[in-house]
């Protein structure tokens, strides 16, 4: 029998070990990753804003053909975060030349909250995008989802200027989801401008928060007492004679077939006005003052002033009242 060379070999195999051109002591070469980011259109106008370029800002939006009221990747309008950020110039751009909505809202927050809220420190600067924004149109009277107003924003970051040009125009009673009006926000930040200057206009420092508290409370929790100094101090209260409120005698319908009535002659009918003026609070003032109804009709502003009403929004109230 003659002698062969036979070469043995293992039977095929699916093993990832018999790799025909591999072997476990080559050098594996790594391929670099992919980079699959991609720079949306939007990237380049929100750089340029955020870094305050009005130059970069106009030439995006020329070039995207942008409508500036859209939002923009997904959250604020242009217009809502240059006046966050306060870029007075691109807010100037949005609303004079391309006609921004100075009302857009995003998730209930406004431009004009926005300035009153803004990160810039310049009160000059704030103070000019608000008056732009009023001018165009911007609504004061709305709120958030916290039911937080612009007027209260302004008054609780100090904005003096923001809070006068507002004054006449906001309601001071109106208050947040946690039942605060806008002088609990100017005390909460110790804004003694602030205070003053809604004291002064006759806001009511009395109501209570959802918490059950005064902001005279408020102020007196967190040490405040410059705040307390401008508070008005509680007065005794005066309650009004219950014979001065309806009609209870022949005296009272007739009062003057007698010689001498303690009630004023048809109080009752001041009593009734008031209240449908919503200016009942002040009834006291004529009860105290025992002002008859004809003397009530023929009020004047100073008359007003004489008998106690010191706040001129309150006289203007009770005054068109009469006149309606």
């Known amino acids: 029998m003659s002698n062969r060379n ?156 923001i809070v006068r040009l507002m004054l006449d125009e906001v309601s001071f009673d109106a208050f947040d989801n946690q039942g605060c009006t806008p002088i609990f926000h100017a005390i909460e930040n110790n804004r003694s401008d602030i205070v003053k200057l809604l004291v002064e206009a006759g806001v009511n420092y009395k109501i209570a928060n959802r918490k059950g508290y005064t902001p005279i409370q408020v102020a007196q929790f967190h040490g405040f007492y410059d705040l307390l100094e401008l508070l008005p101090k509680e007065k005794e209260a005066y309650i009004v004679p219950s014979k001065f409120l309806a009609y209870n005698t022949l005296r009272d319908y007739i009062p003057r077939i007698f010689l001498k009535s303690e009630c004023p002659e048809y109080f009752q009918e001041i009593s009734t006005i008031l209240l449908s003026i919503g200016m009942e609070q002040f009834l006291e003032y004529f009860a105290k003052g025992k002002i008859t109804l004809a003397q009530f009709l023929c009020m004047t502003d100073e008359k007003l002033k004489e008998l106690g009403i010191m706040f001129p929004l309150y006289r203007m109230k009770i005054m068109k009242g009469l006149l309606e």
């Open 6 to 161: 036979i070469i043995y070999r293992p039977p095929d195999s699916d093993s990832e070990d018999d790799y025909d051109g591999f072997s476990f002591g080559d050098d594996i070469i790594k391929k670099p990753p992919r980079n699959y980011w991609h720079k949306d259109d939007e990237q380049d106008l929100y750089d340029a804003l955020m870094d305050g370029s009005l130059d970069g800002v106009r030439q995006q939006v020329d070039l995207l053909n942008y409508n500036v009221n859209q939002s923009l990747k997904g959250g604020f309008t242009l217009l809502l975060h240059a006046c966050k950020q306060g870029f007075l110039d691109i807010v100037e751009y949005l609303v004079l030349d391309k006609k921004a909505d100075v009302n857009k809202q995003i998730d209930s927050v406004t431009p004009l909250m926005n300035v009153c809220d803004t990160h810039c420190k310049d009160p000059l600067v704030i103070d000019k995008m608000a008056k732009l924004l009023l001018q165009h149109g911007a609504i004061i009277n709305v709120a958030d989802k916290y039911g937080t107003t612009p007027f209260m924003l302004a008054c609780k970051n100090g904005h003096t200027n």
